[in-house]
């Protein structure tokens, strides 16, 4: 059964940078496209980022594009989400689930993780 586990969240100032880790255990994630996902306190869970399988093609909410990217590992297990010019409206708790194909919508999702809160305060 795969099983997610996300790392790397933690407090930053505005403007800063976090890069979050995904690590699967379980089967190999290259068969699967990862979705990272932000939820913050009353709102619904989005999408911010998704890498296919093939790594082609990696698409972005608006409202991270030209700042967040998405990239996959040397080791077959780990996606990553780089996190740059982070803004306070970045505050949530992260996650990244795994399906056969990118989608938008996170009930399409088979597995996830458990989260890591990001927070940029200063």
């Known amino acids: 059964q795969l099983q997610l586990v996300e790392s790397g969240g933690g407090l930053v100032q505005p403007g800063g940078s976090l890069k979050l880790s995904c690590v699967a255990s379980?089967?190999?994630?290259?068969?699967?496209?990862i979705g990272w996902f932000r939820q913050a306190p009353g709102k619904e869970r989005e999408e911010v980022s998704c890498?296919?399988?093939?790594?082609?093609?990696?698409n972005y909410a608006d409202s991270v594009k030209g700042r967040f990217t998405v990239s996959r590992g040397n080791a077959k297990n780990t996606v990553y989400l780089q996190m740059n010019s982070l803004k306070p409206l970045d505050t949530a708790v992260y996650y990244c689930?795994?399906?056969?194909?990118?989608?938008?919508?996170?009930?399409?999702?088979?597995?996830w993780g458990r989260g890591t809160q990001v927070t940029v305060s200063s």
């Open positions: 689930a795994a399906r056969l194909y990118c989608s938008g919508n996170p009930h399409d999702y088979d597995a």
């Open positions: 890498i296919s399988a093939s790594g082609d093609d990696p």
């Open positions: 379980g089967f190999p994630l290259d068969y699967y496209a």
